[in-house]
């Protein structure tokens, strides 16, 4: 089970900062992303992390940052420079690196507004 929190309003130029938290699955063996996805659009995915590596699709490099505390089991997303174009529904996924096999959270809402 994952649970994406820490969404919520903020003004343009804010910052939030998501969890992605496990429970019944150790992260340890899983690549874990963030996905969103915006009113009338397609679920995209924005970054991920391994143990070692991180990615960022364009939109959000630079701005936000993925990390990991295996400890807590959880997979944080700072989103700093918030922007409108930012709000969505985010989600976390993790994918164990051998199976293959996939765990989605429930989304949080992001809403970037004045």
């Known amino acids: 089970q994952l649970q994406a929190s820490g969404g919520g309003l903020v003004q343009p130029g804010g910052s939030l900062r998501l969890s992605c938290a496990a429970s019944g699955v150790g992260l340890d063996y899983y690549a874990v992303g963030w996905f969103r996805q915006a009113p009338g659009k397609e679920r995209k995915r924005i970054s991920c992390?391994?143990?070692?590596?991180?990615y960022y699709e364009d939109p959000v490099k630079g701005r936000f940052t993925i990390s990991r505390d295996n400890a807590k089991n959880t997979v944080y997303l700072q989103m700093n420079s918030l922007k409108p174009e930012d709000t969505a529904v985010y989600y976390c996924?993790?994918?164990?690196?051998?199976?293959?096999?996939?765990?989605w959270g429930k989304g949080t809402q992001v809403t970037v507004s004045s």
């Open positions: 992390i391994t143990d070692d590596t991180t």
């Open positions: 996924k993790a994918t164990h690196i051998r199976t293959r096999t996939n765990y």
